[in-house]
């Protein structure tokens, strides 16, 4: 369903793109078509921003793939987790696309729990956020018949990338290879630790195994130190002189979580040092229990439970080098009836490639948020709070204008409003007020877009298809601009019939020189749009109206103002041969504007675009040959074979370059000396390509 109403709301806007093409636009008897490209937003890079690479390895019996995907997220940048709840940033979201019969058997899951806080702009809403190095792994069922050592996997990964704080955001949607690392080693589960040094020894468990949404359950870490020995009390980070007990939770699946309470009281002992007077300390056996809150809403199912532990083990006389060890469990939840066994945690080794394991540990106690968080209650919004988010909208809309995504059609507008300059004061009113319908109308659109489709702003981009229809749009107005066709103006304008029908078209034109700005401006996010956006998608669609029509009037003040003043024209330049030349020149710029929106396109589709093009720039020429003032007979003739090769070149276009799978694509892998040394050790050939960006 969520799909079919997704395509619904791409259908809409891309309607109303194609419209823009179909529409003369006629200010003055000069056809300009205003404010194209304005929302080309120069967001970066998003392959600067998220590094993501896969890999996976398989039980040899079953065929179960286990597979890892690794983000790497450049710092200053996150990225949002695959639970970030509705109302809020754009989550990610992963899925196998290769081979696409493999069944699901352990769903995507991070193996770090998400950093997160309460964002005021969401309506209080909880925002998790992963930043730094990121892992998912999942489990897949592969068919017999697919032969993964040599295929590999693909996974197709979608989100979002944002600069820290209020800012910059980035759409990231990639395809990604995962290379095959080997078959699966079956191991049994070790439910206790024992260091190399064997002073100490550590088991774990969540108590109960299972349990009921709602309920609260206990992790234990429990340390046994042999006699004479003694481990330090739990703390929050390394101390000048011990090394405290250290507890992370890397995972616990968003839910809350009480700081770990000791079973006994630590043995307090004075140092004699002045920057450590007191130290604390277990000598016996004890344990550590966390409790955790199971949230009311809860779904059935299983839940895994991860953390890495920091410690020291230490006599009168010596201690130990501090150490790790990183523990795992599974809690079950049902609606009815659960076992009140305890499960054991599975325990391992803990250990980072470069630098100490005990200090990896202490940075990630060091950011723990300890505490059972009550439900968060939503006050009602007052009329104040209101206001003021109505302005930061109406501010947001008005920057829109002036961004430097936007600034290669500032010349246009200004072209627009100079063929103005000689008309009457009733008509620029009137022009002016129809392109600030057109404006608000998109932003009504897209209101509902949000309403009813959960579609954010500029969401639309990430549909392919509207992408290569925004192309098309901007790729014909830059060829008309040029000079190489135009829509052929009817041979009875000088009748009056005709006087009434300029005034009818100019309005049309108008309000789709509305359309079209606004809908190119969707992917480019001023300084104010981020918070006021994210803001009015999470309240009722009343105010989510309200909100977009704002931004909408925001946009649109500049033409409407000037349609109330219009006295504000004669500071301009009159109507002369330059315009001619600015006409020409921008047209340049829209083939600029189509070149950058092909670089923001998919890769699959880029080839079949760029042949597409080439049909559309034959349909434009022959459509530019048919004399004006021909016969309709003769110009419905002319039309009707430009569309027909057209059509055709769209099917040959994505019949021969659209997005498929060949038996000859090589299947490359990142860079890596140790994995090229062992395929060369075992006699395979091995071709590596870079560049001299590599």
């Known amino acids: 369903m969520n799909s079919y109403?997704?395509?619904?709301?791409?259908?809409?806007?891309?309607?109303?793109?194609?419209?823009?093409?179909?529409?003369?636009?006629?200010?003055?008897g000069l056809q300009l078509p205003d404010e194209l490209g304005a929302g080309f937003g120069f967001g970066g890079d998003t392959e600067e921003q998220v590094a993501l690479t896969a890999d996976f390895e398989v039980d040899p019996e079953t065929r179960i793939a286990d597979v890892s995907l690794r983000a790497t997220v450049t710092t200053g940048w996150h990225i949002y987790s695959l639970t970030q709840k509705a109302g809020g940033p754009i989550p990610s979201e992963i899925k196998l696309k290769v081979p696409s019969t493999a069944a699901l058997i352990e769903p995507w899951e991070c193996t770090t729990d998400p950093e997160t806080h309460i964002e005021e702009i969401f309506d209080n809403l909880e925002v998790e956020e992963h930043r730094g190095n990121v892992v998912w792994q999942s489990k897949y069922q592969l068919p017999t018949d697919y032969?993964?050592?040599?295929?590999?996997?693909?996974?197709?990964?979608?989100?979002?990338?944002?600069?820290?704080?209020?800012?910059?955001?980035?759409?990231?949607?990639?395809?990604?290879?995962?290379?095959?690392?080997?078959?699966?080693?079956?191991?049994?589960?070790?439910?206790?630790?024992?260091?190399?040094?064997e002073h100490v020894k550590f088991r774990g468990s969540i108590s109960p195994g299972q349990a009921k949404p709602g309920d609260r359950v206990k992790l234990e870490i429990v340390s046994q130190p042999l006699e004479g020995y003694h481990v330090y009390a739990f703390g929050t980070e390394k101390r000048p002189i011990t090394s405290p007990t250290l507890i992370a939770l890397t995972k616990?699946?968003?839910?809350?979580?009480?700081?770990?309470?000791?079973?006994?009281?630590?043995?307090?002992?004075?140092?004699?040092?002045?920057?450590?007077?007191?130290?604390?300390?277990?000598?016996?056996?004890?344990?550590?229990?966390?409790?955790?809150?199971?949230?009311?809403?809860?779904?059935?199912?299983?839940?895994?439970?991860?953390?890495?532990?920091?410690?020291?083990?230490?006599?009168?006389?010596?201690?130990?080098?501090?150490?790790?060890?990183?523990?795992?469990?599974?809690?079950?939840?049902?609606?009815?009836?659960?076992?009140?066994?305890?499960?054991?945690?599975?325990?391992?080794?803990?250990?980072?490639?470069?630098?100490?394991?005990?200090?990896?540990?202490?940075?990630?106690?060091?950011?723990?948020?300890?505490?059972?968080?009550?439900?968060?209650?939503?006050?009602?919004?007052?009329?104040?709070?209101?206001?003021?988010?109505?302005?930061?909208?109406?501010?947001?809309?008005?920057?829109l204008n002036v961004m430097p995504c936007v600034l290669p059609v500032i010349g246009l507008k200004i072209l627009s409003l100079v063929s103005q300059a000689g008309s009457q004061r009733f008509q620029i009113f009137f022009l002016n007020l129809w392109l600030g319908v057109g404006v608000l109308f998109v932003f009504v659109v897209l209101a509902t877009m949000a309403v009813f489709f959960g579609l954010a702003w500029g969401d639309q981009f990430n549909n392919h298809w509207f992408t290569m229809g925004m192309i098309s749009v901007v790729f014909i107005f830059g060829l008309s601009f040029l000079g190489v066709w135009e829509v052929p103006i009817p041979g009875f304008a000088a009748t009056s019939e005709a006087s009434k029908l300029s005034e009818r078209e100019g309005a049309i034109g108008a309000f789709f020189k509305g359309v079209l700005s606004t809908l190119l401006a969707t992917p480019c996010a001023g300084p104010l749009l981020v918070p006021a956006v994210t803001w009015a998608v999470t309240q009722p669609a009343s105010i989510t109206y309200t909100m977009f029509v704002a931004m909408g009037l925001g946009m649109a003040s500049p033409y409407l103002i000037i349609g109330m003043f219009p006295a504000a024209i004669k500071f301009l330049p009159k109507p002369g041969n330059w315009m001619v030349t600015f006409k020409e020149l921008m047209g340049f710029v829209m083939l600029g504007t189509s070149a950058w929106l092909f670089y923001t396109l998919s890769a699959d589709y880029r080839v079949t675009m760029a042949a597409f093009a080439v049909f559309l720039g034959f349909f434009c020429w022959w459509i530019g040959r048919i004399p004006a003032g021909s016969e309709k007979l003769q110009t419905v003739k002319g039309w009707g074979l430009a569309s027909a090769i057209l059509a055709f070149g769209g099917w040959l276009s994505l019949s021969l370059f659209g997005p498929g799978e060949s038996e000859f694509e090589l299947e490359w892998q990142p860079f890596d000396r140790v994995a090229i040394q062992d395929e060369v050790d075992r006699g395979a050939t091995v071709f590596v390509d870079f560049t001299a960006d590599s």
């Not at 791409?10 to 309607?15: A, E, G, H, K, P």
């Not at 295929?151 to 990964?157: R, T």
């Open 5 to 28: 109403v997704s395509k619904v709301g791409y259908s809409l806007v891309t309607f109303l793109t194609l419209a823009v093409a179909c529409v003369g636009q006629d200010f003055g």
């Open 147 to 197: 032969d993964f050592e040599a295929e590999g996997l693909k996974i197709d990964y979608s989100g979002q990338a944002c600069t820290d704080g209020l800012g910059q955001c980035v759409d990231v949607i990639e395809e990604v290879s995962a290379i095959f690392v080997g078959f699966a080693a079956s191991e049994p589960s070790v439910t206790e630790y024992v260091p190399f040094s």
């Open 252 to 399: 616990r699946s968003g839910w809350s979580a009480a700081s770990p309470v000791a079973s006994v009281d630590p043995k307090r002992e004075e140092t004699g040092i002045e920057k450590e007077p007191v130290m604390e300390i277990h000598e016996g056996q004890v344990s550590w229990q966390i409790e955790i809150a199971i949230p009311d809403d809860a779904e059935e199912g299983k839940y895994k439970f991860e953390g890495l532990v920091g410690f020291q083990t230490c006599n009168e006389s010596s201690c130990d080098l501090p150490e790790a060890f990183a523990f795992q469990g599974e809690l079950t939840l049902v609606r009815e009836n659960p076992n009140t066994e305890p499960v054991m945690l599975t325990l391992e080794p803990y250990e980072v490639v470069d630098g100490d394991a005990y200090a990896s540990v202490a940075e990630l106690a060091g950011k723990m948020k300890w505490g059972l968080d009550g439900a968060l209650v939503s006050e009602p919004i007052k009329p104040i709070q209101l206001v003021s988010w109505m302005f930061t909208a109406f501010l947001a809309g008005l920057i």
